[in-house]
């Protein structure tokens, strides 16, 4: 079975810096996905940025790049130029290519914006 | 076009009883994912549905149960409730499954057993 690991549950930056979350996972497979969730106040999961295995390219979006690690099983997120709005708890998530849509979730990591 | 929509968003029951949690889709989706959300547990995969067939079912006891209609809703029932079902329950819907299919989540039913 996959696991996820996040191994910071707290982190806070200073708005307009750059924050690096990370999160590590098991899996005895070659192909896969994975992705980070942002959980804000509100409850709704909303996708941040997501990566297919194969790809050995960074994938980025806007702010959010990730440092894509294959051999290390890390899959790290960076948050740029930080913004209030970014506050939330952030979910790692891993995706089997053979198991339908189920996600395997790391603990989350609370992340704070200072003003 | 509407979210994941789910119902109720709150709740509250006692031990022993059951409770059903509805989830619609997006229009056009086919799968459906529920989750339950504790401080303690974190996020945990319950069932998956796609085409009104589980596809998959995570390490949850038979207490657990979930069904999907033609029109793609989904409800999921947990009987003979216990303190410890107390938690957020999300469902996730997408167009398909596997490869690249985004998930999008709902704002989840809060479910408190006194």
């Known amino acids: 079975a996959q696991t996820v690991t996040q191994s910071q549950p707290e982190m806070s930056v200073q708005e307009a810096e750059t924050v690096t979350l990370s999160c590590t996972y098991d899996?005895?497979?070659?192909?896969?996905?994975l992705f980070w969730y942002k959980q804000p106040p509100s409850r709704q999961m909303i996708l941040v940025i997501r990566?297919?295995?194969?790809?050995?390219q960074n994938a980025t979006e806007n702010r959010f790049s990730v440092n894509f690690q294959k051999a290390a099983k890390s899959f790290s997120l960076k948050i740029s130029d930080s913004q209030l709005g970014d506050a939330a708890m952030y979910f790692c998530?891993?995706?089997?290519?053979?198991?339908?849509?189920?996600?395997?979730f790391g603990g989350g990591t609370r992340l704070m914006v200072k003003p | 076009k509407a979210g994941v929509t789910q119902t109720p968003r709150y709740l509250i029951k006692t031990r022993g009883q059951q409770v059903t949690l509805s989830c619609s889709p997006i229009?056009?989706?086919?799968?459906v994912s529920w989750y339950q959300q504790t401080p303690g547990q974190g996020l945990q995969f319950l069932f998956e549905?796609?085409?009104?067939?589980?596809?998959n079912k995570g390490n949850f006891p038979g207490r657990f149960s979930g069904r999907q209609f033609s029109n793609s809703r989904s409800e999921m029932n947990v009987s003979t409730l216990e303190l410890g079902d107390s938690a957020l329950y999300l469902c996730?819907?997408?167009?398909?499954?596997?490869?690249?299919?985004?998930?999008?989540f709902g704002p989840g039913t809060r479910l408190t057993v006194l």
């Open positions: 996730a819907s997408s167009l398909g499954v596997g490869s690249y299919n985004e998930q999008f």
């Open positions: 899996t005895s497979e070659s192909d896969y996905y």
């Open positions: 990566q297919e295995a194969y790809k050995q």
């Open positions: 998530a891993y995706r089997s290519v053979n198991a339908g849509n189920m996600l395997t």
């Open positions: 229009s056009g989706h086919r799968s």
């Open positions: 549905y796609f085409s009104e067939t589980q596809r």
